[in-house]
């Protein structure tokens, strides 16, 4: 229990990027099984800045401990690199957007979801990089 009292608002924000890009992946796989180009890379990116983020949170907790909180920042430019190759992957399929099935109306609306939440994804990693996420 004291260690949950030892986390400053640092440590939530950098849990609720964790959580965006976890729905982030969840909402572009929906997004992804229309069939049409969906680079596999931002599964990769994506882990790979929750895996930062984590990373981030422990050292966060060693001796060191400040030293590694602008590493969130790591995090931010996975993340932002993740929805820069959504988004080039998906450039024909927006032009197309208008002659899709309208039984594909899921993934439709997962598209700007998906925009968001990595969007959210990116604020809040780079927030947690400037915030303290251990009382002193």
């Known amino acids: 229990m004291n260690n949950m009292k030892a986390n400053a608002a640092g440590t939530w924000v950098a849990l609720l990027s964790i959580f965006l890009s976890a729905a982030a992946m969840i909402?572009?796989?929906?997004?992804?099984?229309?069939?049409?180009?969906?680079?596999?890379v931002v599964?990769?990116?994506?882990?790979?800045?929750i895996a930062a983020q984590l990373l981030v949170m422990?050292?966060?907790?060693?001796?060191?401990?400040k030293k590694y909180n602008t590493s969130s920042l790591i995090a931010a430019i996975l993340?932002?690199?993740?929805l820069e190759q959504m988004l080039l992957?998906?450039?024909?399929?927006?032009?197309g957007?208008?002659?899709h099935n309208a039984s594909l109306a899921a993934m439709h609306m997962a598209f700007p979801v998906t925009v968001a939440l990595f969007g959210a994804a990116v604020v809040t990693s780079v927030a947690a990089a400037f915030m303290t996420q251990i009382k002193n």
Do not use: H, N, Q
């Open 43 to 49: 599964y990769l990116l994506a882990a790979l800045a």
């Open 79 to 82: 993340t932002a690199f993740a």
């Open 27 to 40: 909402s572009y796989y929906v997004l992804s099984m229309d069939g049409e180009k969906s680079p596999s």
């Open 58 to 65: 422990f050292l966060c907790r060693t001796g060191a401990g």
């Open 89 to 95: 992957g998906r450039v024909e399929w927006l032009g």
């Open 97 to 99: 957007l208008a002659a």
